[in-house]
């Protein structure tokens, strides 16, 4: 005879990664230079710049879906992350209408950095860049939460993400 109990709950999935077996693109829309996306030594794609672009400018925006402090919860089981805090309740997740921006990858030494203005997250130059470099911010992760190795090769790497 079959039993009556009830087998464990199963454990939650991670929410599918949206990007996930797409070819990265650039949305030109948010773009002011030419950017392409390629190949990066630091982490899978990198965004790259085509063109010279003089120091203190805007590059592109980081756009994708708004989602709500309990979303990023349950979205940061993913393997891959493409998540940017916009304040204390907001998340952009560039996986889902992302502009291209979401393939900038950390390192400690980089050559852009980002500015939320009214609502929006912008990423500009902080020195000259020049035609094929590639894009690159400091994520700065906090030294709070799991520590996450560096692969960006700069002299003054820190070894981590995460800020010391």
């Not at 940061?76 to 907001?90: C, M």
């Not at 952009?92 to 929006?120: F, M, Q, W």
Request: hydrophobic share 30%.
């Amino acid at each position: 005879m079959p039993s009556k109990r009830k087998a464990a709950p199963a454990k939650a999935k991670p929410p599918k990664d949206p990007a996930a077996g797409k070819t990265p693109q650039v949305d030109e829309r948010y773009a002011c230079f030419k950017l392409k996306l390629a190949k990066s030594k630091i982490h899978r794609w990198g965004l790259y710049a085509c063109e010279d672009i003089p120091p203190n400018r805007k590059i592109i925006e980081y756009t994708g879906e708004r989602i709500s402090r309990k979303e990023t919860k349950r979205r940061d089981d993913r393997e891959l992350h493409y998540l940017f805090t916009l304040d204390n309740y907001w998340t952009i997740d560039g996986a889902v209408g992302g502009s291209g921006a979401e393939y900038i990858n950390h390192c400690c030494n980089p050559n852009l950095r980002a500015t939320i203005i009214k609502g929006h997250i912008l990423y500009f130059s902080l020195r000259a860049v020049e035609a094929g470099e590639e894009l690159t911010i400091d994520y700065h992760f906090p030294k709070d939460v799991e520590r996450v190795p560096c692969k960006c090769g700069a002299p003054n790497c820190r070894g981590w993400i995460n800020v010391k």
